[in-house]
């Protein structure tokens, strides 16, 4: 994916090189990386299977 391409490589290579060169905008690359984060804190964040078990509820 294009946009992962440019998350392993922005250390190399300037982003807005790269999102031209891929044909994507900036602003989307940054805004995908906003969701991966979004998705991260909420995958942290969720109760496992376990602490249900043990529990018996959420936090």
Do not use: N
């Not at 294009?2 to 090189?17: G, L, N």
Request: proline letters at 2%; charged letters at 30%.
């Amino acid at each position: 994916m294009k946009y992962q391409f440019i998350k392993e490589h922005r250390k190399e290579f300037a982003v807005r090189t790269m999102c031209r060169v891929l044909e994507i905008s900036v602003s989307s690359f940054y805004e995908w990386i906003q969701r991966l984060k979004t998705t991260l804190c909420r995958v942290i964040a969720a109760p496992s299977a376990r602490d249900l078990l043990i529990y018996g509820k959420k936090w």
